[in-house]
Nanobody, 117 residues
Framework: QVQLVESGGGLVQPGGSLRLSCAAS????????MGWYRQAPGKQRELVAT???????NYADSVKGRFTISRDNAKNTVYLQMNSLKPEDTAIYYC???????????WGQGTQVTVSS
């Protein structure tokens, strides 16, 4: 089992920035993908960005050019730098880990991001 703990959410004005962090409880061996998903009220959970342990990146079109995902494999941590935030970015952001070989998937508890003036 792997526990994921997110931090860094909060309230920010439009145009502002936030940095989310997600720490895994232990090192994950083998090919894996860590990422961020979000769910706004009344909407389905959607992908925001993912990064493999090899460094391959994937972003939702809605966040390209504004958000940057990165990871520190030595710290078992993934980050999401969010710039130029918009009200439509308001959601609960969830950290996700997928182990490619076993298919095991883990979720964090979520952190609220609110973009409002």
């Amino acid at each position: 089992q792997v526990q994921l703990v997110e931090s860094g959410g909060g309230l920010v004005q439009p145009g502002g920035s936030l940095r989310l962090s997600c720490a895994a409880s232990r090192r994950v061996y083998g090919p894996n993908v860590m990422g961020w998903y979000r769910q706004a009220p009344g909407k389905q959970r959607e992908l925001v960005a993912t990064i493999t342990n090899g460094g391959s990146l994937n972003y939702a079109d809605s966040v390209k050019g504004r958000f940057t995902i990165s990871r520190d494999n030595a710290k078992n941590t993934v980050y999401l730098q969010m710039n130029s935030l918009k009200p439509e970015d308001t959601a609960i952001y969830y950290c996700n880990l997928q182990q490619v070989v076993s298919g095991a998937t883990y979720w964090g508890q979520g952190t609220q991001v609110t973009v409002s003036s």
